[in-house]
C-alpha cells in the first residue's frame, strides 16, 4: 500500500509540473515544438552520459535542457530562412537528434539502464525505490522531489513574469510594444519546457510526456475563459487523472504512465463534448437553434 502510495505522489508530481507549462504551449499553439523538444532532449542525457558515466549526475539534466534549448534555436533558424513554415522544420530537427540518440544508445550504451525501451515509456513503478535518506530518516522517492522541485521553478517563473506571459501568448505585437522582449520570454519558456521533460523522463519517458503536458492544459482551455481558471483547472485535472490512472494501472497491472495518459484522454475528450461554452455539443445545439430560427423566419416571409 505504500508502494502505491509513493507512485501516485510521483504521478502527481510528474504531472503537476508537465501541466503548469503545457497550458502556455497549448494557448500559445507550441504543442509540436514540445514534442520535439521532449525527444531531442535524450541526445542531451546521452552526451552527459558519455562525459560523466553516471546516469544520475546533474549534467544530464544541464545536457538535455541545452540540447531543448538548441533545438528550439535550431527550428527558429530554419523557420526564419523563409523556404519552410515550422512544421516542417519540426520534422527535420526532432526525427535528426532524436535518431542520433538512439543510434549512439544502440551501439554504445546497450548495457546500461539507458535503454531504448525505457527511453521510449519510462516506468513510473521503478523510479520509488531510488529514494532521498537525510539522517537515516526515509523522505521518499527521489523522483518525487526532483519533480516537485521542478514545479516550484516552474510556478515562480509564471508567477514571477505572469504578466508578460499573458499579454505575449494573446498579443505578441501589443506585448513588443510595451518593451516586453518575446523572444527572450519564449526561449525561457522552451528551457522550463526541456527542463521539465528531462525531469519527467524516467517516469514517463519521451512519448507519453507530451500527453501529461498537453492534456490536463487543454481540459483547462475546454472548461475556462480567464488565464488564472485555466492553470487552476489544468492543475486540478493533472491530479485527477495520476490519482485514477494510477489505482487503475495497479489493479490491472498495467504500465502506470500509459494508464494516465489514457484517462487523460478520456477526460479531453468528456471536457471536449460537455464544456458548457466550448463543448462540441453545446455547439450542435446552438447551430441547430440558429437554423429553425431562420427555418422560422422564412416561413413568416
Same mark, same amino acid.
Given at each position: 500500500?505504500?508502494?502505491?502510495?509513493?507512485?501516485?505522489?510521483?504521478?502527481?508530481?510528474?504531472?503537476?509540473?508537465?501541466?503548469?507549462?503545457?497550458?502556455?504551449?497549448?494557448?500559445?499553439?507550441?504543442?509540436?515544438?514540445?514534442?520535439?523538444?521532449?525527444?531531442?532532449?535524450?541526445?542531451?542525457?546521452?552526451?552527459?552520459?558519455?562525459?560523466?558515466?553516471?546516469?544520475?549526475?546533474?549534467?544530464?539534466?544541464?545536457?538535455?535542457?541545452?540540447?531543448?534549448?538548441?533545438?528550439?534555436?535550431?527550428?527558429?533558424?530554419?523557420?526564419?530562412?523563409?523556404?519552410?513554415?515550422?512544421?516542417?522544420?519540426?520534422?527535420?530537427?526532432?526525427?535528426?537528434?532524436? *535518431? !542520433?540518440?538512439?543510434?549512439? &544508445?544502440?551501439?554504445?550504451?546497450?548495457?546500461?539502464?539507458?535503454? @531504448?525501451? $525505457? =527511453?521510449? %515509456? #519510462?516506468?513510473?513503478?521503478?523510479?520509488?525505490?531510488?529514494?532521498?535518506?537525510?539522517?537515516?530518516?526515509?523522505?521518499?522517492?527521489?523522483?518525487?522531489?526532483?519533480?516537485?522541485?521542478?514545479?516550484?521553478?516552474?510556478?515562480?517563473?509564471?508567477?514571477?513574469?505572469?504578466?508578460?506571459?499573458?499579454?505575449?501568448?494573446?498579443?505578441?505585437?501589443?506585448?513588443?510594444?510595451?518593451?516586453?522582449?518575446?523572444?527572450?520570454?519564449?526561449?525561457?519558456?522552451?528551457?522550463?519546457?526541456?527542463?521539465?521533460?528531462?525531469?519527467?523522463?524516467?517516469?514517463?519517458?519521451?512519448?507519453?510526456?507530451?500527453?501529461?503536458?498537453?492534456?490536463?492544459?487543454?481540459?483547462?482551455?475546454?472548461?475556462?475563459?480567464?488565464?488564472?481558471?485555466?492553470?487552476?483547472?489544468?492543475?486540478?485535472?493533472?491530479?485527477?487523472? *495520476? !490519482?485514477?490512472?494510477?489505482? &487503475?494501472?495497479?489493479?490491472?497491472?498495467?504500465?502506470?504512465?500509459? @494508464?494516465? $495518459? =489514457?484517462? %487523460? #484522454?478520456?477526460?479531453?475528450?468528456?471536457?471536449?463534448?460537455?464544456?458548457?461554452?466550448?463543448?462540441?455539443?453545446?455547439?450542435?445545439?446552438?447551430?441547430?437553434?440558429?437554423?429553425?430560427?431562420?427555418?422560422?423566419?422564412?416561413?413568416?416571409?
Amino acid at each position: 500500500m505504500n508502494l502505491l502510495f509513493d507512485i501516485t505522489l510521483v504521478g502527481i508530481a510528474v504531472s503537476l509540473s508537465c501541466a503548469i507549462v503545457g497550458v502556455f504551449l497549448v494557448l500559445r499553439g507550441s504543442t509540436m515544438v514540445s514534442d520535439a523538444i521532449t525527444h531531442t532532449v535524450l541526445l542531451g542525457i546521452v552526451l552527459g552520459f558519455f562525459v560523466t558515466h553516471d546516469l544520475d549526475s546533474p549534467l544530464l539534466m544541464v545536457g538535455a535542457t541545452l540540447i531543448g534549448v538548441f533545438t528550439v534555436w535550431l527550428i527558429e533558424a530554419l523557420r526564419s530562412t523563409g523556404l519552410v513554415d515550422q512544421d516542417a522544420a519540426i520534422g527535420i530537427v526532432f526525427p535528426l537528434l532524436f *535518431s !542520433i540518440a538512439i543510434i549512439l &544508445i544502440t551501439r554504445y550504451a546497450g548495457d546500461v539502464h539507458l535503454d @531504448v525501451d $525505457a =527511453v521510449f %515509456t #519510462g516506468e513510473l513503478g521503478f523510479t520509488v525505490f531510488e529514494r532521498v535518506r537525510w539522517n537515516g530518516m526515509d523522505l521518499g522517492p527521489t523522483a518525487f522531489w526532483r519533480s516537485m522541485i521542478i514545479f516550484v521553478i516552474n510556478s515562480l517563473f509564471i508567477a514571477i513574469f505572469y504578466k508578460e506571459l499573458k499579454v505575449s501568448t494573446f498579443d505578441p505585437n501589443y506585448a513588443k510594444s510595451l518593451g516586453f522582449s518575446t523572444i527572450a520570454i519564449h526561449y525561457g519558456l522552451m528551457t522550463l519546457v526541456s527542463l521539465t521533460s528531462v525531469g519527467a523522463f524516467e517516469s514517463v519517458g519521451s512519448i507519453l510526456v507530451v500527453g501529461f503536458m498537453v492534456g490536463p492544459a487543454l481540459i483547462g482551455y475546454l472548461l475556462a475563459d480567464k488565464l488564472g481558471h485555466v492553470i487552476t483547472i489544468s492543475l486540478i485535472a493533472a491530479v485527477f487523472n *495520476s !490519482i485514477v490512472g494510477v489505482r &487503475i494501472a495497479y489493479s490491472m497491472d498495467l504500465s502506470y504512465a500509459g @494508464v494516465i $495518459a =489514457v484517462v %487523460t #484522454g478520456i477526460v479531453v475528450f468528456i471536457a471536449f463534448l460537455f464544456s458548457p461554452k466550448k463543448g462540441a455539443l453545446r455547439n450542435l445545439v446552438n447551430r441547430k437553434r440558429r437554423q429553425n430560427a431562420l427555418e422560422e423566419e422564412a416561413h413568416q416571409l
